[in-house]
């Protein structure tokens, strides 16, 4: 178990569920919490259950003030599940934190994940008067529970049949005040942990909430539901619904390694992330898509911008919307923005800003200015809550998690899905693409997590390989052509911050107008080379830098036997991925190698230096 890595999917919210024999769960669940606040932090909820009553306590902010404010340690019980949120649907609020009821105020739901068939669950719920009281998708689970209940099924069949009507992604935890000595727990793509103590049993989303406590542990699979209760763990799977027996195994990890699920750093384990975290970033329901290309197209002037990755983000949806729904935008890095763009915009003008964070003062300085003049603002972010959330007219979730390494990777690729889809979405509503082309191109666009999947497994040997053979090398130059430019210049960013090599990144057709002065036997240049219809041209360019001695190392598809033969090094794709969305699988060995390199260089990738996650000054 020491070296194994856990399979990590959903990264967002952390949950925590408790049984005791004897004494309060309270504080020992608010110190799990506390190992889990890595896993997000805008609001906490907990709820215990004592003499067949529900108790709750929760409200926004990070686990101190909440603490500070109520006194989480002051809840009467043995039993109880606590939530840390990460919020996706529904801005962090009071009401929005978990716990989550049923009407009746019996059945308390923790969850972790985004179900996506909510807003058609809850419209049935609703007439059959259930009452709401928050925005968030995970509140029709407690609804759909006390439903099963009223119509005389027990605590775990109700679960059962209520993860049966789940479309989307959750680990859940429920706690009902008629079943004073049961939790239920169930997961679907989030993770769910169980551990097995002297005298108390555990659930959570991730390791660490309970390593102090107990190192025997046993993962919940695909579609499992658990009952726990002192005496015994029941594993169901939710589909078949037959009985699954499994051993616990013993966690040998250190609180640090769990954390970071078995990866040596955050930034590794973000990387292997991303195909959980693009399929979380489709999750955001189509209306939003709908609304921001009328928007869109609708509009006189639009503008993309944003910092750093967040920029080159931007120039990928750019490019895409150019493409494909013939959209004429600007793409400006967001510190440049008020220079002169803003004087152009008015009340016809759209400014769409990205932002992980929400919080680069840059990039809320253009969308300021930009409001001051009466422009739209569209932002795309991973922090509901945010100042870009609280500044734009529509926001869109990019649903990524907590990124914690400094350098963006999971969320870089989020935003690019984002902008993808927009682009579709906008290709349709302007009649540019038919109704079977763009159902085509939303099956590529999820179709791309698995392609990921199979580049981490089959290039990441290759990938470090490279890294160890270059690690030496003073200088890198990134060429890629079209769209691929985007991805080339990504990749310089990633390895100029972590891993500190001053490199440069060129479309490649501008680099015999003055890059190439720079190429000497051995200079290692790195083409970003797709099937696409740029790849007779770049040929062309791989053969003028061989001509005067560098280093090919090609990122190319599976068989491109024409580019293979004459690069010295290569690192191959799946194939077929549509040009638009390479970005999103093509930056991933120009990750990795950054990535490689510092750590062979002997650097924390997770920390560079002179660097901060949020830039929050001018
Ligand atoms: O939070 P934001 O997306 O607004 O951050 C923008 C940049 O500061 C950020 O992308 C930065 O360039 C990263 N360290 C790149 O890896």
Not at 66 to 82: E, T, W, Y
Request: charged share 25%.
């Amino acid at each position: 178990m020491a070296f194994l890595r856990l399979d990590v999917s959903q990264i967002m919210c952390g949950i925590f569920g408790c049984i005791l024999k004897s004494g309060d769960v309270a504080p020992l669940m608010r110190q799990a919490l506390e190992r889990l606040e890595y896993r997000g932090y805008d609001s906490v909820g907990e709820a215990t259950v004592q003499s067949n009553k529900l108790f709750i306590k929760k409200d926004k902010g990070k686990i101190s003030e909440v603490h500070a404010a109520v006194n989480l340690d002051d809840m009467p019980g043995s039993i109880g599940i606590a939530h840390t949120r990460w919020a996706t649907h529904g801005a962090p609020s009071k009401v929005n934190a978990h716990p989550h009821t049923d009407c009746d105020n019996k059945v308390a739901v923790i969850h972790n994940g985004i179900i996506e068939n909510f807003l058609e669950l809850r419209e049935k719920l609703e007439h059959s008067s259930h009452i709401f009281k928050s925005r968030t998708d995970s509140e029709v689970v407690p609804h759909l529970i006390e439903e099963q209940l009223r119509n005389g099924s027990d605590l775990l069949e109700a679960v059962i049949e209520t993860v049966r009507k789940l479309k989307g992604a959750y680990a859940i935890v429920v706690l009902c005040s008629s079943y004073p000595d049961t939790i239920v727990c169930a997961r679907k793509e989030s993770p769910l942990v169980i551990g097995i103590g002297k005298d108390a049993v555990y659930c959570a989303s991730d390791i660490p909430a309970f390593l102090p406590l107990t190192n025997k542990a046993l993962l919940l699979e695909e579609n499992e539901v658990a009952l726990l209760t002192l005496s015994k763990v029941e594993i169901t799977n939710s589909e078949t619904g037959e009985v699954v027996s499994r051993a616990p195994f013993e966690v040998t990890w250190t609180r640090q390694a769990a954390e970071k699920s078995g990866y040596d750093y955050f930034m590794l384990k973000e990387i292997y992330e991303q195909p959980q975290a693009i399929r979380n970033a489709l999750r955001t329901q189509r209306i939003y898509y709908d609304l921001v290309a009328s928007r869109i197209d609708s509009a006189d002037v639009v503008y993309f911008t944003g910092c750093g990755t967040a920029y080159h983000a931007c120039l990928a949806g750019a490019y895409s919307m150019a493409k494909l729904a013939g959209l004429r935008s600007n793409v400006v890095i967001a510190s440049e923005f008020n220079q002169v763009h803003t004087n152009l915009l008015d009340k016809k003008s759209i400014v769409v800003a990205l932002s992980q964070s929400g919080e680069t003062m840059d990039t809320l300085n253009a969308v300021r200015e930009a409001r001051a003049r009466g422009a739209s603002i569209v932002s795309v972010t991973n922090v509901m809550g945010s100042t870009v959330t609280r500044l734009s007219d529509v926001y869109v979730g990019q649903n990524s998690g907590p990124e914690i390494g400094v350098a963006a990777t999971k969320t870089f690729t989020a935003q690019v899905t984002v902008l993808t889809r927009l682009a579709i979405v906008l290709s349709k509503k302007r009649g540019r693409t038919s109704s079977a082309d763009t159902e085509n191109l939303l099956e590529k666009l999820a179709q791309v997590p698995d392609a990921i999947t199979s580049i981490l497994k089959q290039q990441d040997d290759k990938v470090r390989e490279v890294a160890r053979k270059c690690k030496n090398l003073p200088s890198f130059c990134f060429l890629g052509r079209g769209i691929s430019e985007v991805t080339a210049i990504e990749g310089r960013l990633k390895l100029l911050e972590i891993a500190y090599v001053p490199s440069l990144a060129y479309a490649a057709g501008e680099s015999k107008h003055g890059f190439i002065a720079m190429v000497e036997p051995g200079y290692p240049v790195i083409f970003v080379a797709p099937n696409d219809e740029t790849h007779s041209k770049i040929i062309g360019n791989i053969m003028e830098m061989k001509a005067r001695g560098a280093h090919i190392i090609s990122i190319v598809e599976e068989g491109d036997e024409q580019i293979k033969s004459i690069s010295d090094d290569f690192i191959e794709m799946p194939r077929g991925i549509p040009g638009i969305m390479t970005p999103l699988a093509f930056v991933v060995p120009l990750q990795l190698l950054a990535y490689y390199v510092a750590v062979e260089k002997g650097h924390d990738p997770d920390h560079p230096r002179n660097l901060a996650k949020s830039v929050t000054v001018e």
